[in-house]
């Protein structure tokens, strides 16, 4: 899948950074499921959606935005914190107050720092996505996101919901396929996880390969969410995220908000 078209059921939160002379350097952090209808209704004002906090300060520009949330819930857990850092339980040992002479902007890249190393969010695979690098600041080599969460660049394309990327489910052959680690049959209705590397056929239950991995990397009962593994065949190294990406995208401005498609992780107790 095309790493600017975001996946099914989008969770996004935002930076926006006020271009208006009067406020210029102003930010506003919002949740989104559609980013590029977002920043319209932000421009346009309280009559078209948009916050009435920013309707005040229009043009504004969406300068970041972190996506891979599973859910909502999780996201905007993520915006309460981004929003309110000196309350937030999960920045309890973090310097969390503005400094002196810091820009807003500057400030809110650095909580955004800090909030991706801790939990629960620091063990999802996120992306930190930069849709304007004229605004790129570098993460201090003291406080990098893990490993697992990659920085990307430019807009994300909407695209009709009905227009589907080829998924792992879309690519079943008619013959039965077996799980490599439980060894029962995949049925229609499981998930399924194939490996990427180039010609390995494994095959297996998403969450007998998630227990593997959380075993094999001793973290059983610790953790529901795996970072990484090997494979059980090939031994390649795998990083969770790239397993279970979404084929779907975002909905395009004429679709409706909600997003209804199920996501991997509604099965896991986050």
Not at 101 to 127: A, D, K, M, T
Request: with cysteine.
């Amino acid at each position: 899948m095309d790493d600017n078209i975001a996946g099914s059921g989008f969770h996004g939160v935002y930076l926006l950074y006020c271009v208006n002379p009067k406020f210029k350097g102003h930010t506003y952090i919002g949740y989104t499921v559609n980013p590029n209808r977002r920043i319209k209704q932000h421009n346009g004002g309280v009559d078209k959606g948009g916050a009435y906090k920013t309707s005040r300060k229009k043009p504004w520009n969406m300068i970041l935005i972190v996506h891979g949330f599973p859910n909502d819930i999780i996201a905007l857990q993520f915006e309460w914190a981004w929003q309110k850092p000196t309350v937030s339980r999960r920045l309890k040992s973090a310097a969390t107050k503005k400094k002196p002479r810091e820009r807003p902007v500057q400030y809110c890249f650095r909580i955004l720092s800090e909030l991706l190393r801790v939990g629960p969010w620091n063990r999802l695979p996120l992306h930190i996505r930069w849709l304007m690098r004229e605004y790129e600041m570098e993460f201090d080599p003291r406080c990098l996101p893990p490993f697992h969460m990659t920085v990307v660049y430019g807009p994300l394309v909407s695209r009709k919901a009905k227009q589907k990327a080829v998924s792992s489910e879309d690519q079943r052959p008619d013959h039965k396929e077996k799980c490599i680690k439980c060894l029962d049959v995949i049925k229609i209705d499981e998930k399924l996880i194939r490996c990427p590397k180039s010609g390995c056929t494994m095959t297996a239950h998403m969450f007998c390969l998630a227990r593997d991995f959380l075993h094999c990397g001793n973290e059983g009962g610790l953790f529901c969410l795996p970072v990484d593994g090997n494979c059980p065949q090939c031994k390649g190294s795998l990083l969770w995220g790239d397993l279970v990406k979404p084929a779907e995208s975002i909905p395009s401005a004429e679709d409706v908000d909600e997003d209804t498609d199920d996501h991997w992780t509604q099965g896991l107790r986050l």
